[in-house]
């Protein structure tokens, strides 16, 4: 699983507890960079995460939470938090990207490229078949989406490597330095990508600015922000309210 904004994840994640069990590795580090960025000691961020443990301490047996304690302190003291994180994407990538055949390999191809800038353009990464899928929007089975991976490695944009036994992909697009798309919202980050695809099917949000496929001709938000639109204006409606109902009280 990626997490774009981890301080948005540990927010959550302090308001509403593990959501899963699989990935309570991965939380409890992101908790410990979380607590770490605030400015508490690294024996404080030790106590906050032992208290936090012990609350959902039925996922554990007793005798590893100090093991899982200790993992996640060497591994989440190391490094920052990761959040207002910017991508660039330039006009070369998407021309590129443009050549391949269909427009799921393309989808796929923008996707990669967005995660290997967001992990820091390393010489490989991986990704999960999932998450690859699920940000996308390209869900196949798993003989087709190793046929469009295959697909795009036949443009030498990507390839396949082996190191120590795992299997990564490695990005060789050719880079300039004329960025078309400055990406900091993740939600449906392939909208970046199709509103160049099909401009005249995308709008730009009111509030954010981020791409959007709307589906109406009077939607102005997307969808985060039109819930955010909807609670501000009925906190205006209730205080509206209140302020009428104390005046007409004053002036009986």
Not at 113 to 122: A, E, N, Q, Y
């Amino acid at each position: 699983m990626i997490i774009f904004d981890e301080k948005k994840y540990a927010e959550n994640l302090i308001k509403n507890g593990y959501k899963n069990e699989k990935y309570i590795v991965m939380d409890n580090i992101i908790l410990v960079k979380y607590w770490k960025s605030i400015g508490l000691s690294e024996n404080e961020v030790k106590n906050k995460l032992r208290i936090f443990m012990v609350k959902f301490q039925e996922l554990f047996n007793d005798n590893i939470i100090k093991y899982k304690l200790n993992s996640a302190m060497k591994v989440g003291m190391k490094y920052d938090l990761l959040t207002d994180v910017c991508v660039g994407i330039t006009s070369k990538e998407i021309e590129q990207i443009q050549i391949l055949e269909t427009i799921e390999l393309q989808r796929m191809m923008f996707i990669l490229l967005v995660v290997w800038r967001f992990k820091g353009s390393p010489k490989r990464f991986r990704i999960s078949n999932t998450d690859l899928m699920n940000l996308s929007g390209v869900k196949v089975n798993g003989n087709t989406f190793w046929d469009n991976v295959h697909g795009i490695t036949k443009s030498c944009l990507l390839s396949m490597v082996e190191y120590r036994n795992k299997s990564y992909y490695q990005i060789n697009i050719e880079e300039n330095w004329d960025i078309v798309l400055y990406i900091d919202k993740f939600d449906n980050v392939i909208d970046y990508y199709m509103s160049i695809i099909e401009p005249d099917k995308y709008i730009f949000c009111n509030k954010c600015g981020v791409p959007f496929l709307p589906t109406n001709n009077f939607q102005k938000y997307c969808r985060n922000c039109a819930k955010e639109v909807e609670r501000e204006n009925h906190n205006n409606r209730q205080k509206s309210y209140i302020t009428r109902k104390n005046d007409e009280g004053e002036n009986h």
